[in-house]
């Protein structure tokens, strides 16, 4: 299965700390998506970044990919406690690009 | 709010029944996609439609089906449910047909509770 695998599973912070998540993946993507999830409520697109990209920043948000390693990370950096959520990165299919992969996800607490 | 609505927001039914879940994605958007969240299978595709016509599938289950409709809504249809069925169901819509990935916006779900 492509399913990724995000760590930590679970992330406690103070805010205006940095917080870093990890994605890793197993076969080849042509994309890489980071998603938010506030508690029980429906994903919120933060970031795509392409297979042929290394690094991506949106706002605080910084995205890196490394297709050699199938790895991929999340930094938010000056965290705030409306940054508290889970985090999922989700990868497509090289051969198809239809499905999408969900990682396990990375629950994020951040204390004020 | 993503544009992207679904109906019911909470079903309690019991085991053995049928259920219908609706999904209308955004203003623009063709493809459909429908995922399934529990506790202990994480998020799973299960399906996609992209304008009325099946694209991909992925561990949807045989008593499980959906389609899309000319006007783009998304309807899917669980049968036969099992407890292990309770799980929030999320739709999600985007503007690609899944050939080139496109972000995806989420509804608020339906979460189904079985009895």
């Known amino acids: 299965s492509q399913q990724g695998e995000e760590d930590p599973q679970a992330l406690s912070i103070q805010e205006g700390e940095n917080a870093t998540m990890n994605c890793s993946y197993k076969?080849?993507?042509?994309?890489l998506q980071w998603y938010r999830q506030n508690s029980g409520r429906g994903l919120v697109h933060l970031i795509l970044?392409?297979?042929n990209e290394r690094e991506k920043h949106s706002g605080r948000l910084r995205v890196t990919l490394d297709t050699s390693k199938k790895s991929s990370s999340l930094l938010i950096t000056a965290s705030r406690a409306a940054d508290t959520a889970s985090y999922f990165c989700?990868?497509?299919?090289w051969g198809t690009g239809n499905q999408f992969y969900f990682g396990t996800g990375t629950s994020l607490t951040v204390i004020p | 709010d993503s544009g992207v609505t679904q109906t019911p927001k909470h079903l309690i039914t019991a085991t053995g029944q049928r259920v219908t879940l609706r999904c209308s994605p955004r203003?623009?958007?063709?493809?459909v996609y429908w995922y399934q969240q529990s506790l202990d299978q994480g998020l799973q595709f299960l399906i996609q439609?992209?304008?009325?016509?099946?694209?991909a599938k992925g561990n949807i289950l045989e008593r499980f089906s959906a389609q899309q409709f000319p006007d783009l809504h998304s309807e899917l249809n669980l049968s036969s449910l099992e407890l292990g069925d309770s799980a929030l169901y999320f739709c999600?819509?985007?503007?690609?047909?899944?050939?080139?990935?496109?972000?995806?916006?989420f509804g608020p779900g339906t979460r189904l509770t079985v009895t």
């Open positions: 999600a819509s985007s503007v690609g047909d899944g050939s080139r990935a496109y972000e995806q916006y």
């Open positions: 203003s623009g958007d063709l493809s």
């Open positions: 439609y992209y304008n009325g016509e099946e694209r």
């Open positions: 076969t080849s993507i042509n994309n």
């Open positions: 970044i392409r297979s």
């Open positions: 989700a990868t497509d299919d």
